[in-house]
């Protein structure tokens, strides 16, 4: 069984490094991206690294909040930053027992107004 | 050390189900909820419940997509049902030496067009 959480965490510190050979090692020939919230998805070890490097081409940083690994799946939060605006990004990953990532679930949560109905159940922060 | 994955799949299955005192009694006294989305806390168990039963007051079921749990730490993927309409909910957990959950922190990923500048990077889903 491989150690996912650090697959992962390779995944990220790769990434952050543009340590594209690395990173690339880390998936799977066939591994599967997929973003559901704009319903994209890529196919493939080679595509996938070049939407990573051609499908970013600013200035850009992540900073790892908290990865979470058990067994052959993990889950990540970073924090990315790229022209001075900073969001978080959750990651779900699937990985095969050669320890290389299969698939990748990509979520980019956006900023949302706290709806007035249940202002009166939370504090703002 | 607590099994955070089975903490985290009762703690859905209770929401599922309206088993409030449940629920309650899967959270600490002092759980703290935040959506960083749109910067909205709650604090303390009894105003956590009654968020979740009086914020969400229509029909509403969900289905668990994925668990992932780590020591005190958990993550998990949901589809959320409302009015019709389905979408995912993504927490990260904080899990106390008790087996009650301390911290949760909630995002709701919307869907968002795809970028015509990576069309060529990717396909369609």
């Keep these: 069984m491989p150690n996912s959480h650090e697959v992962v965490a390779r995944y990220w510190a790769a990434a952050e490094a543009r340590r594209w050979d690395e990173f690339a090692a880390l998936v799977a020939e066939d591994v599967v991206y997929e973003l559901p919230q704009s319903r994209e998805r890529v196919h493939g070890r080679d595509a996938y690294v070049r939407f990573n490097v051609e499908g970013f081409p600013g200035e850009w940083h992540l900073v790892v909040e ?23 990004g959750v990651c779900f990953f699937d990985i095969n027992d050669e320890g290389q990532i299969v698939k990748i679930t990509d979520f980019w949560p956006d900023p949302y107004d706290a709806p007035p109905t249940r202002a009166h159940l939370v504090e703002r922060y």
Excluded: D, L, N, Y
């Excluded at 990865?67 to 978080?88: C, D, K, L, N, Y």
């Design 66 to 88: 908290r990865i979470v690994a058990e067994g052959s799946h993990a889950a990540s939060w970073i924090e990315f930053t790229a022209e001075g605006r900073s969001q978080p």
